[in-house]
T-cell receptor
């Protein structure tokens, strides 16, 4: 079955540091890839997505590139802020076991804390 | 102008009770989902409905029964609650069941079973 592996947290950075959160996946089909963010006490919000190989998703200074050859979708940001403190989830969308519908499979999440 | 809303936000109950969580979306989406997030933040899909029809049913105890009265609503009823049911339950919606569409999540319902 499909799976998503992302780096274990927690990750603690100082403000303006560079961020990388690694994400790799296995999928039976040709998935779309997503990064979602969950701020404390809230639901998940889409951060960015990429639907085909070599696509780069970007939003709010975050970027990730769909690398089919390495089955990866690493999240990066050049200069983090305190307000970026949250849990980040890598996810893929692929057909379910029945083959007719699509579902999201999530990684285990990475807690990021940014200190001033 | 809330997109996906859930009620209640918090639910504390005793083992053996029956409870329901309600979800509504005003985005005009056709597909809705229920997810369970455990204490380690791991998210797993439970059910998905498309146009009121159940299309995804993961390995979930049959004490959990989703109901979709219309496209905008997807409720989750849980019978005979157990300690292991304690978690945060998220409702989500998307325009259609598609590889490329993102899902929009509600704020979550924190269920605590004592």
């Amino acid at each position: 079955g499909d799976s998503v592996t992302q780096m274990e947290g927690p990750v603690t950075l100082s403000e303006e540091a560079f961020l990388t959160i690694n994400c790799t996946y296995t999928a039976t089909g040709y998935p779309s890839l997503f990064w979602y963010v969950q701020y404390p006490g809230e639901g998940l919000q889409l951060l960015l997505k990429a639907t085909k190989a070599d696509d780069k998703g970007s939003n709010k200074g975050f970027e990730a590139t769909y690398r089919k050859e390495t089955t990866s979708f690493h999240l990066e940001k050049g200069s983090v802020q305190v307000s970026d403190s949250a849990v980040y989830f890598c996810a893929l969308s692929d057909r379910d076991s029945g083959g007719s519908n699509y579902k999201l499979t999530f990684g285990k999440g990475t807690l990021l804390t940014v200190n001033p | 102008d809330t997109a996906v809303s859930q009620t209640p936000k918090y639910l504390v109950t005793q083992m053996g009770n029956d409870k329901s969580i309600k979800c509504e979306q005003n985005l005009g989406h056709d597909t809705m989902y229920w997810y369970k997030q455990d204490s380690k933040k791991f998210l797993k899909i439970m059910f998905s409905y498309n146009n009121k029809e159940l299309i995804i049913n993961e390995t979930v105890p049959n004490r959990f029964s989703p109901k979709s009265p219309d496209k905008a609503h997807l409720n989750l009823h849980i019978n005979s609650l157990e300690l292991g049911d304690s978690a945060v339950y998220f409702c989500a919606s998307s325009p259609w069941t598609s590889r490329t569409y993102e899902q929009y999540f509600g704020p979550g319902t924190r269920l605590t079973v004592t």
